[in-house]
C-alpha cells in the first residue's frame, strides 16, 4: 500500500525566502507528525496534529515556521524568511493515536 | 523531559556474528519504547516497539529488544547479522500519555562480511 509521501524531495532556496514543505500521510492516519533531522542528529520533534488541529506545536523553533492541515489529511509545512540554521531533511510521520509512527522518505532544504 | 542516549556512534560486527546496539533512556512514568532503522535517502523505518508485556520484544528482520526498568535501557540485538543490516540505527522514547517521539543521536551499525 501507499505509504507516506513528501514533496518535493529537495528543496535549494536563498536566505530570506519562503518555502512550503508537503507531507501526505497514509490513508487513514488520525494523527500526523512533522519532524527536523539534521546531520549527524536523530530526528527532533516540530509539530503534531490531530485530525486538523494542532494538538502539540512546541517543538517549533520560532514564529518563522508554521504548519496547516486544513482537511485532516495533507498537511504543509511553511517557513517563512529562511535562514542557513533552516538546513536540514524535515520529516513527516503519520500514524493511528497511540500506535507506531510512519515516515516518508523526507524533504532535504538546503538554504543558500 | 525525557531523553535518549545512544552511547555508541558506530558499532562494527562480522557477518555471522550477534549484534548488539545500545540504548538508554529518561523518562517520567512509562516509557513507549522505539527502534527505527534509516537505510541511506530513505525515511526511517519500524522495526520494534515496547509497550508493556513481556521484556523481550521481538520485531522485523529478525531484530529483537530487551527493556530493562531497573537499568533503563532498551538494547538492540540480533543473533547472526547480516552485511545488509549495515544503517543507521535510532532508538526512541514516547512518555505514557504522550504522542511525539524524543530520539537518541543515532548509531551507524557496519557489518563486515
Redesign the interface.
Known sequence: GA??SQTPSNKVTEKGKYVELRCDPISGHT?L?W?RQSL??????LI?F?GTGA??DS?LPNDRFFAVRPEGSVSTLKIQRTERGDSAVY?C?SSF??N???????TRLTVL | AQS?AQPEDQVNVAEGNPLTVKCTYSVSGNPYL?W?VQYP??????LL?YITGDNLVKGSYGFEAEFNKSQTSFHLKKPSALVSDSALY?C?VVPSGY????????TMLLVSP
Open positions: 505509504g507516506v494523527a507528525y519532524y549527524g542528529q536523530g530526528p527532533e520533534f503534531y490531530q494538538a502539540d517543538g520529516l510521520a493515536v497511540g507506531e509512527q510512519f515516515f516518508g522518505p523526507g | 535518549v522505539f527505527y535517502n530513505r525515511g526511517l523505518q519500524f516497539k535510532f526512541a504522542s511525539t517521539l524524543t530520539f537518541g543521536k543515532g
